[in-house]
Every structure is written in structure tokens, then in C-alpha cells.
């Protein structure tokens, strides 16, 4: 293959991380583990065989765990190194408790069919949600979770729940693994009142194109600047990737979206943001019946995201400075730090101007 490994470095760079999906066209490849862990009830079900036969033969250590939640014997001498090692190791299991964590604004319920993702994005929450646990769930009994699911819509009648299947991985990256999201994309079709969203940087989206979405999942593509992907989102595609993506999904019919998230001040970030317009307007090809979206998120950060995010990226771009910020109380009284008022206010107005300027026909679904 013309695989190739490419460091990337950041300006004050001390430590290199090598991202090895990336291949020298700009594409990058679906990813692969390097070690596949299986719970022993998950080989009762057909997904689970599957996979085990499938690393079976490509020679990919294959080992059993009591359970998901406790992983044992991810190799590495220092934390950093397990870490890394971590987000390259798979694990299969079973979803056992079938309650669906709320996830407003963007839906009413988070869809759990995977935790965990093989990117490095700097600022990502998962880093502190799941801790010590930061390999790669997948769950093998989707039917009970869409059951579940079905559940819950029929408790909200008349009115529409949605779900989003990406709160807890970027499950359009693991997707080549488990066919799950297409399931759901097909579930979700023949609910009257059920509607799914999702939101990727990942750019394999072909098995998904011919999903009978019915135009009940929204597809929706995180983006931003060239600075922020290539300083702070190491092992996810590249804006290119993830435009051509976009335009397959809209002559597939889908209702598109782009989350501009997270949104960061940095020198010369307004003109950064313009630009980001201007090239997707350049290239984005769509219809009405793709009922453009866009979400607004700007940067936050807890003080505990900042302390793992400061040993596990050391040297990142990322500037977390409470003395730059405003704290804003989230649910169950934790504190972000958000930009102060009159800066988070000058983002909104800018993107949003941006938004309107270049896609008049789209809608801001919020600024948060
Ligand atoms: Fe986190 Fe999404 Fe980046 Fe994966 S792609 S590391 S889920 S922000």
C-alpha cells in the first residue's frame, strides 16, 4: 500500500506523535486494531463471530475480558503509552444497561452502539467521560439497544425523539467494523417518530450511501480550520476528506449538517473561519431535500480535561488559561470554561454571519 507514516509536530514540539492512518494522497485508511479483546458471551451473537474470524485471519492478537468495563493487558510502560496503545486496541462486548443517557441540545437520547475512537483530537471529551477506559467499545447486541430505542419513542407520542449515535465514539470511524450505524440509519427509516443524527471527521462513508434513511438520519460533518485539524485533531481525516464525504452523503439524499466545533480563538481566526466557508461553499453540492444545518460549539474545558489534556498532549496548541475565560456552570454544578462574554458573543456574530453570507438557504440550530 502507499501507507506512510506522518509525524506531525507541533511548534514547540518536544514529543512527536505518529499518526499511521494517513496515507500520502490525503485519504486515510479505515483504521485497524492492533489488539482485539472479546467478551465470551459476545461470540453468541453473529456480529461477534464475525469479528473474531475476521482478526482471526488477519493475524491480529485476539484475547477474552471478563467484561468491556475492565481490560486487562494493554501493553505499555508509562500511562501515555498505554493510552496510545489503548486507542489502538478493539473491544467487543455486550451493551448491558440499556438506559440512554440524555444529550440535548443536539437530541433527546445518545444512541450507545460504540464508546471510545481512535482519534487524538486534543480537546475531546471522552479524554475525561471515560477515563481510564479510552479503548474502542463495540457492542454486538444491537438489536436489544434499537429495541430500547424503540421504547423510548413510543414513551414520547406524538412528538419526534431524536437520537445521536456519536456522543460517546465517532461511530462513522468504527463503522467498517460493525455495520451497526447502518442498521440504525435503517431502523430509524421506518420510525414514524424516531430521527437519528451523527456527526463524524471521519471521511468512510461509502457502506452508508445506499442505507434506507428515509430521510430520518441527519449526517452531519465536524469542521474546521486547516490550523485547528492539523494542530489539534491528529488521526481524523482532513478537511478535504471530509468535504468529498459530505457531498456523497448529500446526493444521497440525506439531511446534511456541519457542526463548526469546537470553535477557538486563536491569531487570525477570523479570517481562518472565512476561509473555511469559502472552500466548502467552492465545493459542497446540495439540494433543498438536504435541509442544510449548522451547529455552533465554541471551545470549553473543565480543570480536569485540562489536567489530562496537558499530560497525554503536553506540548498542544490548545490554550486553556482561566484568566482568558469565563466559567459557566454546567449540569450537576461542574464548571467550563467558556470565552468571556463579549468574545463568545463576536464568535457567534462572525460564524453566524459566515453561515448566512455563504449558505443563505441553511439554519444555525444553536450557538453554544
Ligand atoms: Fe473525540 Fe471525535 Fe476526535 Fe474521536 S474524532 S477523538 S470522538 S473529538
Redesign the pocket.
Known amino acids: 500500500s502507499n501507507s506512510k507514516t506522518i509525524i506531525y509536530n507541533t511548534q514547540t514540539c518536544v514529543t512527536f506523535i505518529a499518526i499511521d492512518e494517513i496515507v500520502e494522497d490525503g485519504n486515510m485508511k479505515p483504521f485497524v486494531p492492533d489488539m482485539v479483546f472479546f467478551e465470551p458471551d459476545s461470540l453468541n451473537y453473529p456480529l461477534g463471530e464475525t469479528l473474531v474470524e475476521h482478526y482471526r485471519k488477519l493475524n491480529i492478537p485476539v484475547r477474552q475480558t471478563t467484561s468491556h468495563n475492565q481490560v486487562r493487558g494493554i501493553p505499555g510502560d508509562t500511562a501515555l503509552q498505554q493510552y496510545r496503545n489503548a486507542k489502538r486496541t478493539l473491544v467487543v462486548g455486550l451493551k448491558k444497561s440499556l438506559k440512554f443517557e440524555p444529550s440535548l441540545p443536539s437530541a433527546e437520547y445518545a444512541l450507545p452502539l460504540a464508546t471510545g475512537?481512535?482519534?487524538?483530537?486534543h480537546?475531546?471529551?471522552?479524554q475525561t467521560t471515560l477515563g481510564k477506559k479510552p479503548y474502542i467499545r463495540v457492542y454486538v447486541n444491537v438489536d436489544d439497544i434499537l429495541k430500547r430505542a424503540e421504547q423510548y419513542i413510543q414513551e414520547r407520542e406524538p412528538e419526534i425523539t431524536r437520537f445521536d449515535a456519536?456522543c460517546t465514539?465517532?461511530i462513522v470511524?468504527v463503522e467498517h467494523i460493525t455495520g451497526s450505524l447502518k442498521r440504525a440509519i435503517e431502523f430509524m427509516g421506518k420510525q414514524t417518530n424516531g430521527r437519528l443524527r451523527f456527526v463524524?471527521?471521519?471521511e468512510h462513508v461509502d457502506s452508508l450511501l445506499d442505507a434506507e434513511h428515509n430521510g430520518h438520519t441527519r449526517f452531519r460533518f465536524?469542521i474546521n480550520t486547516d490550523y485547528v485539524i492539523k494542530y489539534l485533531?491528529p488521526?481524523?481525516s482532513r478537511m478535504d476528506g471530509r468535504m468529498a464525504a459530505a457531498n456523497k452523503v448529500a446526493a444521497a439524499g440525506y439531511p446534511l449538517g456541519f457542526i463548526v466545533a469546537p470553535i477557538i480563538r486563536y491569531d487570525g481566526w477570523m479570517n481562518d473561519y472565512e476561509t473555511l466557508f469559502q472552500k466548502l461553499k467552492e465545493r459542497l453540492r446540495y439540494k433543498p431535500e438536504n435541509d442544510l444545518t449548522f451547529e455552533l460549539i465554541q471551545h470549553r474545558y473543565t480543570m480536569t480535561a485540562k489536567k489530562i489534556i496537558q499530560e497525554r498532549y503536553p506540548n498542544t496548541q490548545l490554550r486553556m488559561e482561566e484568566s482568558e475565560r469565563q466559567k459557566k456552570y454546567g449540569r450537576y454544578g461542574r464548571v467550563k470554561y467558556v470565552y468571556p462574554k463579549m468574545q463568545a458573543q463576536e464568535i457567534k456574530d462572525h460564524i453566524t454571519g459566515l453561515v448566512h453570507d455563504y449558505f443563505p438557504d441553511a439554519r444555525v440550530e444553536y450557538f453554544t
Do not use: Q, R
Open positions: 475512537c481512535m482519534a487524538h483530537c480537546y475531546c471529551y471522552l456519536s465514539s465517532d470511524g463524524t471527521k471521519f465536524s485533531e488521526g481524523t
